[in-house]
């Protein structure tokens, strides 16, 4: 099998600091792998080179089979790549389905959406982190990704919340998602990758 994504030797220095030093992996399709490490580690780097957001100094990526360039988040969702951040990237003062519609190929029906967001209308700002949160993971999922990328995404779910994330990711990977899953959470890796 042909892994989704593949990156060999992927360097990239800031000033005198090596946020991440020639690091390789691969994720296969279906695939949800876990990166564990303490703050300062390069698991947010890594993953902002994966998503077109930062620009590797040197490595190579392959994205089902193919080197690819991915010089931009517009680049990453193109091939299939959503990513949901670790910290909030919403504008409070739309509604949740405004902002879902940012994320969304040009000509989506804004009714088609509406079936799928709790309360559609609600303005983000009136929204608790959990319910922010949310409406960021549904954002991420409604592209039909192929590879998503969760950046340290339960510390504000509820222990409900957080088993109802659980259970759509392994959903997705029975369905061929691949997932990379950044925690601290030594119990949430067993749980789940
Ligand atoms: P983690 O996500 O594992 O906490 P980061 O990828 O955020 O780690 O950071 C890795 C290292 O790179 C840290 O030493 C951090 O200070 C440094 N770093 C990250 N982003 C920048 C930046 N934009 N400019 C300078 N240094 C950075």
């Not at 090596?18 to 691969?26: M, Q, T, W, Y």
């Not at 564990?36 to 990526?61: C, H, Q, R, W, Y």
């Amino acid at each position: 099998m042909i892994p989704r994504l593949k990156l060999v030797n992927v360097t990239k220095r800031y000033g005198s600091t090596v946020a991440n030093d020639a690091i390789s992996l691969e994720v296969m399709p279906g695939e949800i792998l876990s990166v564990l490490g303490e703050n300062g580690a390069g698991k947010s780097t890594l993953m902002k080179i994966i998503f077109g957001s930062v620009t590797p100094d040197e490595g190579e990526i392959y994205f089902d089979g193919r080197k690819v360039n991915i010089s931009s988040p517009a680049d990453a969702r193109e091939l299939g790549i959503a990513m949901v951040f670790q910290h909030f990237v919403l504008f409070e003062t739309l509604t949740a389905k405004e902002n879902i519609l940012l994320g969304m190929p040009e000509g989506t029906d804004p009714k088609e959406l509406e079936k799928e967001i709790i309360d559609p209308n609600a303005i983000v700002n009136d929204l608790s982190m959990g319910e922010r949160q949310r409406v960021e993971i549904l954002r991420a999922l409604l592209t039909n990704p192929k590879l998503l990328i969760l950046d340290e995404p339960t510390s504000v779910l509820s222990p409900l919340a957080l088993q109802a994330l659980f259970k759509t990711l392994r959903q997705l990977s029975s369905e061929g998602v691949s997932i990379i899953f950044i925690t601290h959470k030594l119990n949430e890796i067993r749980e789940l990758s």
